[in-house]
Every structure is written in C-alpha cells, then in structure tokens.
C-alpha cells in the first residue's frame, strides 16, 4: 500500500479529530488496531513515506498503545533524541562517581544546564526515530547501548544509500547498506553531546559512496 492509498483509506485518522483521540488514548485498543493495521502491516516503508508531522503522531499513538503495535511485531522505543540526552546524563553521572576530576566531567559540566540534568531521571537505553536528509529524503534510525559498555550503537534501516549522522553539527559515525549498524565509542559519543550548546540536534547528511577495496566508504567511518 503507498502513502496516497493510506491517506484515501483512512481520511478520518489524517484529517479529523479522530488522530487526536487515539493521541489522548481515548480510543479503544482494539479500534485501534483496525485502523493502523494496514501501516503496521509494512511499517517501516510507510512511514518512510508520510509526512515528518504524522510520522511523529503515529509514533506517539502506537507508544500509547504498546500492545497495538507488538501484535504486528514492531516495538516502538523512546526517541533517539531523548535516549542520546538521558545517555549523556547517565555519563555524567557515572564520571562523578568514578572520578571526579575527570576529563568527563568537565566536558558534561560545561553543558550540564543545556542537557538538563535531573535527579532520578531514568536510563534510557535505546531510541528509535524518523529524520529527513539534507536532500529531502527520510530515514529510520535508531540507537542502543548497554549499562557499562564501551560503545553505543546506531543502525540504519532499511538502508537505501550511504549517509553520516553529526551530533549537534559534530560529526558521529557514517552507515551505509553495507554497514548498516555501527559502533560509536560511549566516551566519544559523551564528548559530543557534551559539546551540544542548547537543543541536542541530530542531522542525517547523505554521501556519495567511493567503496576502496574492502568496500568501505571513503568517508571517514567507525567500527
């Protein structure tokens, strides 16, 4: 199904108040699920085609209705943005404990008030969202990391050319359809954020691929 058959088949969750009641969680799971079948069906392509403003209220719909979105096999996480600043706090905090005087700390300190740090704030380990490119086209990225690694990852899905992600205009990380997940090292990646001076933004650049012998981009990459 395309996205113009998916906006003449549902009228009523695009264009009337219908979409703000499911927002709200006031209509019933299993209404739900009748309605958003036919983009859970092939949720990943979908969205990929429907506008960044109703992307994000699907997102937000399918995260009020978990059970909607898990019986079609597609798990909704937090987003990227948010997982990367509860990472960054979560750094931070663990620079403190270990040593105080460490280089991570005065990294963090420097942005402590931009990534707002809170008491008790819960450690997010992986986010999930839809960005547009510099050339207009959309991407599904998303990102994870374990309590105590060493690395955090990115992964690029379903991957349809070569692009590099910078952090707050920093370059991260490159992914491409040969490497669709990559490592990025957890210490970097705090440096980065910790650089972000105001909103952690995150921008999606696409690169013309010149593969060496190994079949890398000459673009500079991550493990």
């Known amino acids: 199904m395309s ?3 998916l906006f003449e088949k549902f009228p009523n969750v695009l264009f009337s108040s219908f979409r703000t009641q499911m927002l709200l969680g006031k209509v019933p799971a299993q209404t739900v699920q009748s309605v958003m079948e036919p983009l859970l069906s092939n949720f990943h392509e979908l969205m990929l085609q429907l506008p960044p403003g109703l992307r994000a209220d699907f997102e937000d719909i399918l995260r009020i209705y ?3 979105a898990e019986s ?3 798990w909704i996480k937090p987003p990227v943005l948010e997982s990367l600043r509860f990472f960054a706090q979560y750094r931070f905090k663990a620079g403190r404990r270990a040593d105080p005087t460490s280089l991570e700390l005065d990294i963090a300190a420097e942005s402590q008030q931009t990534l707002g740090a809170a008491p008790a704030m819960p450690f997010v380990k992986e986010g999930q969202g839809f960005f547009t490119t510099d050339k207009g086209n959309s991407v599904y990225l998303e990102f994870s990391y374990c309590e105590g690694d060493d ?3 990115f992964e690029y899905r379903p991957p349809r050319f070569s692009i590099v992600i910078h952090i707050c205009g920093i370059y991260a990380l490159s992914l491409s359809p040969a490497k669709p997940k990559r490592k990025i090292q957890a210490n970097r990646l705090f440096e980065i954020l910790g650089k ?3 909103k952690i933004g995150l921008q999606v650049i696409e690169v013309d ?3 060496d012998e190994s079949g890398e981009s000459s673009y ?3 493990n």
Do not use: T
Request: with cysteine.
């Open 72 to 74: 079609f096999g597609v």
């Open 151 to 153: 690395f955090a990852f």
């Open 3 to 5: 996205a113009d058959e």
């Open 209 to 211: 691929a010149k593969p």
């Open 196 to 198: 972000c001076a105001g």
């Open 66 to 68: 978990p059970d909607v």
């Open 220 to 222: 500079p990459v991550s």
